[in-house]
């Protein structure tokens, strides 16, 4: 060993960091050799995948977030770049590194004052909100925060009435006959069959269509009856409560077979867990009026300044209910009027019973 009494400059040595010597850059990578894909499933921070869709190559591939997305959150629908192994073989994983812009994104909040928001799918051109008609109870408040959830981005609606064969669902779509949404109805047939089954079908071709409703509404049985292959789980309504049990964890994007002489795409449907609220916190109160159109007209010959609520003497939307004729209609009229003001009241923070809930 040297005697530290003798020691100089030259006896100096440098131990490299580590880390190394070379200073952090913020370039990335360009990902040149990236391959497009659809996310069809999210698990635990794995992501199921479609690389190169609609082309010879299509394959299935597992991938996981890569580090310099940050906390970016990627759901179902979403189109993104992966790179790595994408052969899609047995015990391969890529790594995602860009998320493509999105053309749509289906939000929503725990409840109404809730800031932070979820985002349900990205990319779905429609969504179908199923609604027994009995078996759990419809719940029209519910039907319209999913309207204006709809509307706010930018997304059509189809109103899917379930169990038809229980009830009569006319009372429920008399409230949105005549509006900017598409229904359809199915039932049950006697040997458990899902009967007019084609009409929805149809409406779901070469679309992109998420599908939401309360648990034990039929939506997983749909979903199995529309993708064979799916077996999704299926719940069951319990008696008491009258509320179905959740079976569906996470969203799932499903390609519909093609039907016999189609061509081109036949669609997509996700199916996402069921919910017990929408809460609206993250749409504006311009926006909410605009989801219900035909309050939206009737609004306009308010006076300037109406807010619309209960408390407005001279709101058109108490004289439109009360100009309605007494056959079942000026109930109907009344129960959207007041769906609408529930959720305005809500949007500003108005105190009251289930105004931020998001539970109707």
């Known amino acids: 060993m040297a005697d530290s009494r003798n020691w100089d400059e030259s006896s100096f040595t440098d131990r490299p960091s580590r880390r190394g010597t070379r200073p952090r850059t913020k370039t990335r990578p360009a990902h040149e050799d990236a391959h497009r894909a659809m996310v069809v499933g999210v698990d635990r921070g794995r ?46 994983l890529g790594r995602i590194v860009r998320i493509a812009e999105r053309s749509t994104v289906l939000r929503r909040t725990a409840d109404d004052t809730d ?13 179908v909100i199923v609604t027994a008609s009995a078996d759990p109870e419809p719940r029209p408040r519910m039907i319209d925060r999913c309207v204006v959830a709809a509307y706010d981005a930018g997304m059509s609606v189809l109103l899917c009435m379930t169990k038809t064969d229980i009830a009569d669902p006319e009372p429920i779509l008399r409230l949105y006959r ?27 071709a070469g679309r992109s269509s998420v599908f939401v409703g309360h648990s034990g509404v039929g939506k997983s049985t749909l979903v199995n009856a529309l993708v064979p292959h799916a077996r999704r789980a299926i719940g069951h309504v319990n008696a008491v409560t009258g509320r179905g049990r959740q079976t569906s964890t996470s969203a799932v994007a499903l390609r519909l077979p093609p039907l016999p002489g189609e061509s081109g795409d036949p669609g997509w449907v996700i199916d996402t867990p069921g919910v017990r609220s929408f809460g609206l916190a993250h749409v504006s109160v311009e926006r909410v009026i605009g ?17 619309h609520l209960e408390r407005e003497p001279d709101c058109a939307l108490d004289a439109w209910v009360a100009a309605s004729p007494d056959d079942g209609t000026r109930e109907l009229r009344a129960g959207r009027v007041d769906s609408f003001r529930r959720l305005i009241a809500a949007r500003m923070d108005e105190s009251g019973d289930s105004h931020g809930s998001g539970r109707d």
């Open 47 to 92: 992501y199921s995948l479609v690389a190169d869709l609609d082309t010879t190559d299509e394959r299935a591939v597992t991938a996981m977030r890569a580090r310099e997305l940050g906390r970016t959150r990627i759901v179902c629908g979403d189109w993104v770049d992966v790179v790595g192994d994408v052969s899609g073989g047995d015990g391969t």
């Open 115 to 127: 800031p932070f928001e979820r985002i349900v799918v990205a990319n779905a051109d429609q969504l």
């Open 178 to 204: 005549g509006l900017d949404i598409e229904i359809s109805q199915t039932r049950q047939g006697p040997n458990g069959e899902i009967e007019h089954l084609a009409d929805l079908r149809e409406r779901l």
């Open 291 to 307: 989801a219900f159109e035909d309050l939206a007209e009737i609004a306009e010959e308010c006076p300037r300044g109406c807010t």
